[in-house]
């Protein structure tokens, strides 16, 4: 397939694409025509190949759809909805988008932003009655520079890298990254058009909009498209879907499992082929709660955004699957590299590096960022993993994040399994705080089961007894909720801001 547009035009006749809570589903065809006539719109109102259309709409079948018609006419930039006024200034300016996309009627603070930038404002007007997705444009009438469809190397999708410790660096990936990256998840899967993936995944993230949108339509199958993450929600949008997958982060995996006994007659009546997860390590008590409760494989996989997403993946039944493992190269070229740039062998503990047709070209008008990621044509990930005899990646943590207790060097993820043994945890996250003398610390935050209790002294003789003394957390903090980014995923680098111990 060259291009987004050219897998929703293979699909069989008749078939469902995109599906949402109380809504008719819409078929392949009316979604290839919406494109269509998404393309000759955005071409009227002065946007067409290379220019950026920022997008600011909520979860739902309407982004997908956005998503999908708008990556085919010109490059989507999709941005957080909860973003402040300065963000999206800060954003939108550094884009230099061309326009910026919203549900008509939006009260947004991208529309104040957008007016600072002095770019144009397109309305989405939804079909709210019609089937899930339909929409129509309107704006200002201008002519665009370079109309017509996409071709494959045309870049669909900008996205900004999380930005924790320096300036978010624009990762531009073209259409032909992108499905490298869904087929290599359909692979990887066996996702066919009988699949159905329920999405919780933020559509302004690689993970919502790869793995399960457009993983799902390479494959021929559907999705259905909630408006967000919701653990309350999830059982009920489980059984009006039907689906036979979802993928997730592990934080809204846990979260799941908390409210699944309540809801086992649902589980039951709706069996899922399989569950993903990715984007963060799942940890090794969860995947096996979670294989219990659910009574099917859980499938983790190692991903970026400069990745297009997915480079890692376990495998399904008969093959292997390891918990703790984010699995075998699964697309890309996965290898163990050296600081000084030598690729290492089996065994070896190094900085893990991509190359393949899926990884981006690099990062947009940053050259220094490019030279620093890029080493004899392989991606340099910034994390650090190992892989074992049979070719398993187990990832020992971020490079930004080992902890540097003078000298001693302490991956954050080996603790946080140790601490996540403890019958009382429920999720544990090990992290850095400042030390007069030492440079760096181990603290923990810790959330406990319900019911459960638990108190410092606890958690640190419980590690104690397992873990070298250096690698015990100083500081134990309980909170009812690990913080998280805009995505669901858990940040370590300013945790110890963020919870008072910098």
Request: with cysteine.
């Amino acid at each position: 397939m060259d291009t987004i547009r050219d897998i929703l035009s293979s699909a069989a006749s008749g078939a469902q694409a995109i599906a949402a809570p109380a809504r008719p589903d819409v078929a392949f065809e009316e979604l290839l025509a919406l494109v269509d006539r998404t393309v000759l719109s955005l071409n009227s109102l002065g946007v067409g190949r290379g220019d950026k259309l920022a997008i600011v709409l909520d979860n739902g079948p309407e982004m997908v759809a956005a998503f999908l018609a708008c990556a085919t006419a010109c490059t989507t930039a999709p941005l957080n909805p909860a973003y402040r006024e300065e963000e999206f200034f800060f954003y939108l300016d550094d884009l230099k988008a061309k326009a910026l996309l919203v549900a008509a009627g939006s009260n947004s603070p991208a529309l104040a932003a957008a007016a600072r930038v002095g770019i144009p404002i397109i309305h989405l007007n939804a079909r709210e009655d019609g089937p899930a997705g339909l929409f129509d444009l309107s704006g200002t009438s201008s002519a665009a520079t370079t109309p017509g469809p996409a071709d494959s190397e045309d870049v669909a999708l900008v996205l900004h890298t999380s930005g924790t410790t320096s300036r978010p660096k624009i990762v531009p990936l073209s259409h032909t990254n992108l499905l490298t990256s869904a087929a290599n998840i359909v692979r990887t899967l066996n996702l066919g058009p009988s699949d159905r993936c329920l999405n919780i995944m933020p559509l302004f993230h690689i993970h919502g909009l790869v793995a399960a949108v457009l993983a799902s339509l390479s494959a021929g199958g559907s999705v259905f498209c909630t408006p967000g993450f919701n653990a309350l929600k999830f059982f009920g949008w489980m059984n009006e879907a039907r689906p036979t997958w979802y993928t997730a982060v592990p934080t809204m995996h846990q979260a799941i499992l908390a409210r699944s006994s309540g809801n086992a007659e649902i589980i039951a009546a709706n069996p899922l082929r399989f569950i993903r997860s990715s984007s963060a390590s799942l940890p090794a008590p969860v995947f096996a709660e979670m294989e219990r409760v659910f009574g099917c494989p859980v499938i983790e996989a190692y991903s970026m955004t400069e990745n297009a997403h997915q480079m890692t993946s376990n495998q399904l039944p008969p093959g292997q699957r390891k918990p703790g493992s984010v699995g075998l190269a699964a697309g890309p070229e996965v290898a163990i590299m050296s600081e000084d740039g030598r690729l290492l062998p089996l065994g070896h503990v190094g900085e893990i590096v991509t190359r393949g047709a899926n990884v981006t070209r690099g990062y947009e008008n940053n050259p220094k960022a490019n030279s620093e990621a890029f080493t004899n044509g392989w991606f340099r990930t910034g994390d650090q993993g190992v892989m074992d005899d049979d070719g398993f990646l187990r990832l020992t943590g971020r490079l930004k994040e080992i902890i540097n207790r003078g000298g001693e060097k302490i991956a954050p993820l080996e603790v946080d399994e140790v601490l996540m043994a403890h019958p009382a945890v429920h999720q544990a996250v090990t992290f850095a705080i400042p030390h007069n003398k030492l440079g760096e610390d181990v603290a923990a935050v810790i959330v406990l089961r319900e019911g459960a209790q638990a108190g410092e002294r606890d958690i640190r003789e419980f590690a104690a007894g397992r873990l070298a003394d250096f690698k015990v957390p100083r500081r134990v903090v309980f909170v009812p909720e690990i913080p998280k980014g805009a995505t669901g995923k858990m940040q370590r680098i300013g945790l110890a801001a963020k919870l008072g111990l910098a």
